[in-house]
Structure formats: C-alpha cells, structure tokens
C-alpha cells in the first residue's frame, strides 16, 4: 500500500541499511488473484464485443460504399432517362411524318420532291435511331411476344386468330428501354379468344 512505499523511500533516501526483507512482510497487493482473474475475464469480453462492433461497423461501411458506388453507376447511366423520355415524342413524330410522306408518293404518280422528303426523313429517322441505340436506348418490338406488364401497356383486345391467346397482336405506340429500364411502355392490343 502507499504507507508501505513511503516508509520504505524515506528509508532508501535517509540511508538507513536495511537487512533482507522478510517475504512474509512483503507488501500485500491491492487486488487478490480472484479479483484480477475477474478482472482479467471482463477486460477479455470488452476486447471481443469492441472486435465483434469493429467488424460490424466495417461491413456497414463497406455495404455503404458499395451502395454508394452502384447509385452513382446507376446516376451515370440513367441521368439522361428524362431526356430520351422526350426524345422518343420527337422519334415517334419523325416516324409518323415519314410513314405519311411514304403514303403521299405514289408508284404511278412520282412527285420527286416528296420523294425526295421522304427520303430525309427516312436517314434521319435511321441516324436518331442509332444514335439511340449508341446510348443504350432501344425500342421494343413486342409483336408476337407475350404480354409483360413490365413493358406494355394494354389499349385493347384482339380477337386470336392463328394467334395464341396473351400475346401482343398489334402495337399503337412503340414502348422504350434505356439500358434494359423501361422508360416507356409499348401500348399494345392483346389477343383473347373469341366468345361466341
């Protein structure tokens, strides 16, 4: 105890010669074996339960950073999804001008200026439509396939003629997809069986 030490430092400090030191009167430490066992147990669960939070707080943080790490991903790849929206409105209306020029040239009467229109509408429909795909914007072509409320829309039913009943018989207006998202859906009639 600190009496014992103080006698003994003013012993030392004062000279006075001491004879070897009886072990019995060795000075008793403050904490018995028991206590420092227990002591020791506890200090051992307060090293494991700060490694097992240690290792937790770094799977969160590793979990935060992936997280992280895939919104920004997904931020560069789907940034410009609002922008194609209206892109595809200004395809559809090129697509439209197209198919009515195409209708207005007739075979037996050839009107070389419509002809020529249609052909530039045609290149740039083809060009916006690469551009499209350069992007990762794609239209779906959903004839003939089965129906998916993921990706269409239903406007209509059609009688199943040589056609299996759920599946996509016509489509009013063609559905988009911007890196496998559906940014638009494809309005599309649907084939159901006659009733009679």
């Given at each position: 105890?600190?009496?014992?030490f103080?006698?003994?430092?003013?012993?030392?400090?004062?000279?006075?010669?001491?004879?070897?030191?009886?072990?019995?009167?060795e000075p008793?430490?403050?904490?018995?074996?028991?206590?420092?066992?227990?002591?020791a147990?506890?200090l051992?669960?307060?090293?494991?339960?700060?490694?097992?939070?240690?290792?937790?707080?770094?799977?969160?943080s590793?979990?935060?950073?992936?997280?992280?790490?895939?919104?920004?991903?997904?931020?560069?790849l789907?940034?410009?999804?609002?922008?194609?929206?209206?892109?595809?409105?200004?395809?559809?209306?090129?697509?439209?001008?197209?198919?009515?020029?195409?209708?207005?040239?007739?075979p037996?009467?050839?009107?070389?200026?419509?002809?020529?229109?249609?052909?530039?509408?045609?290149?740039?429909?083809?060009?916006?439509?690469?551009v499209f795909?350069?992007?990762?914007?794609?239209?779906?072509?959903?004839?003939?396939?089965?129906?998916?409320?993921?990706?269409?829309?239903i406007?209509?039913?059609?009688?199943?003629?040589?056609?299996?009943?759920?599946?996509?018989a016509?489509?009013?207006?063609?559905?988009?997809?911007?890196?496998?998202?559906?940014?638009?859906?494809?309005l599309?009639?649907?084939?159901?069986?006659?009733?009679?």
């Amino acid at each position: 105890s600190p009496c014992a030490f103080s006698t003994a430092a003013q012993q030392r400090s004062t000279g006075d010669e001491c004879g070897p030191e009886d072990p019995s009167e060795e000075p008793k430490h403050p904490l018995s074996d028991c206590a420092l066992e227990h002591k020791a147990i506890k200090l051992e669960e307060q090293v494991r339960d700060l490694t097992e939070r240690y290792r937790k707080a770094l799977a969160d943080s590793e979990n935060v950073r992936r997280r992280t790490q895939k919104f920004v991903e997904d931020a560069k790849l789907f940034g410009i999804q609002s922008f194609c929206r209206d892109l595809v409105e200004v395809a559809d209306i090129l697509e439209k001008t197209a198919e009515s020029a195409a209708g207005q040239a007739e075979p037996s009467d050839p009107n070389p200026a419509l002809q020529k229109i249609y052909e530039g509408l045609s290149l740039i429909e083809a060009k916006l439509q690469s551009v499209f795909a350069k992007h990762g914007l794609q239209k779906m072509n959903p004839v003939g396939g089965r129906y998916d409320p993921y990706d269409h829309e239903i406007i209509c039913h059609v009688p199943a003629e040589g056609v299996q009943p759920g599946t996509v018989a016509l489509v009013t207006q063609d559905g988009y997809k911007l890196h496998g998202r559906t940014i638009r859906h494809a309005l599309v009639g649907v084939a159901v069986e006659a009733q009679e």
